[in-house]
């Protein structure tokens, strides 16, 4: 469920709605992230999971922390912290420590600085393994007492969000071994949940809450202690690895999933920075997913599968990894529903909101399960099928899910349209699923000019687009499988919709397209980036998509980091918000596509810049879900961070990648085949830029682009294979 829905501490219901308190921020302390398939770890800056702070830090599966408290301590206090970082691949959390100043007797005993302490965190199999590496660099023997304190909640992350229960399962007694403990807890919904410890050294002392080392260390020696944290109901607790032989597994994995994918090269290094810790987010978002190769949304909320983010996040990574589509693709195929069902805003042919795990889900204390409540995913599942069929001319997956599209266009028909009007709408059914079910699901997301809450059925304006781009390739899609008639209705309601939509949305005094129509038809006379998604999908006549692009940009949309959710100045405008005037990367993205599409270049361009300067200042140099829409006020200070934004978000990831293919004019022509440069330009902070390893069916190339003052040179530098480089300058 995607709504201001954050971690912190409490929560208020407000009638059937969950309303979660904002009362910290992790934008002081990013968090260190590790995922691998249904279970990630955040940890502080020093690799605990610490007792204070935000409150979200702990190692989680399947929903649900299994350990929520680990602290290691030298001497009973905390060391001093000398360096944190995550590796670009996202594969090792690095931690470098050392010991403070230890007195005895009013004496300097053991000066700071004198034992280092290496901290390697990795994540793989529902395991946590920790390298701790201690080093003695003084002229004495010392003894280093180290303890490490542990616990967990078993607490679902609707729970850590803030959602309070009247009753909860019970925690299990500790069990304690030789070396080992295992903390469990019975849930309500009959499973047993355990979480194991185990060390390489045998503790000095263990319960069911601390470990204690004692290590004698001489001079310019050194010492490891391996920590294992598994994490497991009975039946799936994973065979027992050593950090070495995870740490193989996880790089031969990274190695595998980036085979035949394309990347991206220039000679500045803080944007190839930029594009190196995306791909390696989305990878770690996808990596030992059981759904396949389908990017969960973003940690730490979203850790799950969500039809529209993976449907976006595949579209704008389609150029460089095709068989992400593909695996999102077969998946909501696979999970699209065939029945109506109220109680999660289900319908026959329509496309799955989000699938959780975990004891709420599973007791129906909330509804999202298995979810449909979202208006576009369904749309947008049939625009990706056509958008991978043009990229990779896999004839046998599209016939496979053709069954699929087919019922997803019938769904269009049948469920979307709720009053005959001819434009798709919403209305939620379920009592406690959301209220607004697009993109921006926000209660207050939709509204009129004078401030007033849109009634349902709601037609969002980027919906209509949506729907449109997904006739226009579901009519080519039949033509090419000699379903002619099909295609030529389909055309026929694409053009009809198209006039439709000029009619009744089109503002002319506010020079765009209204962000909705309301129950009875009012449209909603709002100035929003909802428009720029309206130009991605080629509904907007020329003329007027130019001026909507102008407005766009305007000073009130554009505050120089990117485009505000609804512009400055409207009535729900607030910068800080989660959807009325804060910044979101992958909305910015289709709206430079958009823009792209329409001529507008220096649009492009300049949203390309305005969210890599963005990035400089961001941690590990990793775009979040969004951030806040203030302006711009000079080049020392960065953007306004949103407190509980995720990171990493996976259509935020993958915004630099749509952002290069909208500068370059990229497309493909299977036919031929062909790769098509549309008049490319370069953002103004490059100067070259190579992509390599593109490829088309089994061809190969590599494409280098500079700018020489006004003009572009382009030059084929490797070519492998039967393919055509076309360029329109």
């Not at 929560?11 to 279970?39: F, M, N």
């Not at 596509?593 to 390309?608: E, F, I, N």
């Not at 080049?635 to 990493?648: F, K, W």
Request: proline residues 5%; glycine residues 8%; charged residues 25%.
């Amino acid at each position: 469920m995607k709504n201001d829905r954050i971690p912190p501490q409490e929560a208020i219901r407000i009638e059937e709605r969950w309303y979660v308190l904002a009362t910290s921020s992790r934008a002081g302390d990013p968090a260190r992230v590790l995922k691998h398939g249904e279970s990630f770890a955040l940890f502080d800056r020093f690799g605990d999971m610490p007792r204070a702070g935000t409150g979200e830090h702990g190692l989680y599966h399947q929903g649900t922390r299994y350990l929520s408290l680990l602290e290691l301590r030298i001497d009973a206090r905390r060391p001093i912290l000398l360096n944190s970082s995550v590796r670009r691949d996202n594969s090792v959390l690095a931690v470098d420590l050392t010991n403070p100043d230890f007195e005895e007797d009013g004496e300097l005993a053991l000066a700071k600085g004198t034992v280092h302490l290496s901290r390697s965190w990795m994540l793989w199999d529902a395991t946590c393994h920790e390298r701790l590496h201690l080093a003695n660099y003084g002229e004495e023997p010392v003894v280093v007492r180290l303890s490490m304190e542990y616990g967990a909640d078993f607490a679902d992350i609707f729970e850590v969000r803030g959602f309070d229960r009247e009753r909860r399962g019970r925690l299990l007694e500790p069990q304690v071994g030789p070396g080992a403990v295992t903390l469990g807890y019975q849930g309500l919904d009959g499973v047993t949940r355990r979480t194991r410890l185990d060390w390489s050294v045998v503790p000095s002392g263990l319960t069911g809450e601390r470990a204690d080392f004692a290590v004698c260390l001489q001079p310019q020696a050194s010492f490891d202690v391996h920590t294992r944290i598994a994490c497991a109901t009975p039946e799936d607790m994973p065979a027992p690895l050593e950090f070495a032989e995870a740490s193989l597994a996880a790089q031969v994995a990274r190695r595998a999933a980036r085979e035949g994918c394309a990347a991206v090269r220039t000679p500045n290094e803080q944007f190839d920075s930029w594009m190196e810790r995306s791909a390696a987010d989305l990878a770690m978002l996808t990596a030992g997913n059981p759904e396949g190769a389908y990017p969960y949304a973003g940690v730490p909320w979203y850790s799950v599968p969500f039809g529209r983010d993976g449907i976006l996040t595949a579209l704008q990574y389609l150029w460089v990894d095709p068989g992400m589509a593909r695996g999102v693709l077969r998946f909501l195929a696979s999970t699209q529903s065939c029945e109506e069902d109220a109680a999660r805003d289900a319908e026959p042919g329509k496309i799955v909101h989000e699938m959780r795990k975990g004891e709420l889900a599973a007791l129906g204390e909330i509804p999202f399960g298995r979810y449909y409540g979202t208006i576009d995913a369904t749309p947008l599942f049939i625009v990706l099928a056509g958008e991978y069929h043009q990229r990779t001319g896999d004839d046998a997956t599209l016939r496979a899910i053709w069954p699929n599209i087919a019922r997803a266009l019938d769904w269009i028909e049948r469920y979307g349209d709720l009053d005959g009007d001819g434009f798709v709408e919403y209305r939620r059914r379920s009592g406690t699923g959301l209220l607004n079910q697009g993109w921006k699901d926000s209660d207050d997301s939709v509204f009129h000019e004078d401030g007033s809450l849109a009634d349902a059925p709601i037609a969002l304006c980027e919906v209509q687009a949506y729907v449109y781009l997904a006739r226009t390739h579901a009519a080519r899609l039949a033509h090419a499988f000699g379903e002619e008639a099909m295609g030529r209705k389909l055309e026929v309601q694409a053009r009809e919709l198209r006039e439709r939509f000029e009619r009744h949305f089109w503002c002319e005094e506010l020079g765009t397209y209204a962000l909705a129509l309301d129950g009875r038809k009012r449209p909603c006379r709002v100035r929003s980036s909802n428009v720029g998604h309206v130009l991605w999908s080629g509904i907007a006549s020329e003329e007027r998509a130019r001026r909507a692009g102008d407005t766009l940009m305007s000073p009130q949309s554009f505050s120089g980091w990117g485009l505000r959710t609804i512009a400055q100045g409207e009535p729900r405008y607030n910068p800080m918000s989660y959807h009325n005037g804060s910044i979101w990367p992958h909305d910015n993205a289709l709206a430079a596509m958009g823009l792209a599409r329409y001529g507008m270049k220096q649009h492009t361009a300049l949203l390309a810049t305005a969210l890599y300067e963005a990035s400089l200042f961001m941690d590990l140099h990793r775009l979040p879900e969004l951030f806040c829409g203030f302006e711009r006020r000079n080049h020392d200070e960065g953007p306004t961070l949103y407190p509980v934004a995720c990171s990493p978000q996976a259509w935020a990831s993958a915004t630099a990648f749509y952002l290069i293919k909208a500068c370059l004019g990229l497309s493909f022509r299977l036919q031929e085949p062909r790769i098509r440069f549309l008049h490319p330009v370069l953002p103004r902070f490059l100067d070259r830029l190579r992509l390599v390893d593109l490829r088309v069916r089994d061809a190969v190339v590599d494409v280098q682009f500079e700018r020489h003052g006004d003009e572009m040179g382009v030059q084929v530098t490797r070519k492998e294979g039967e393919v055509e480089v076309s360029v329109v300058l």
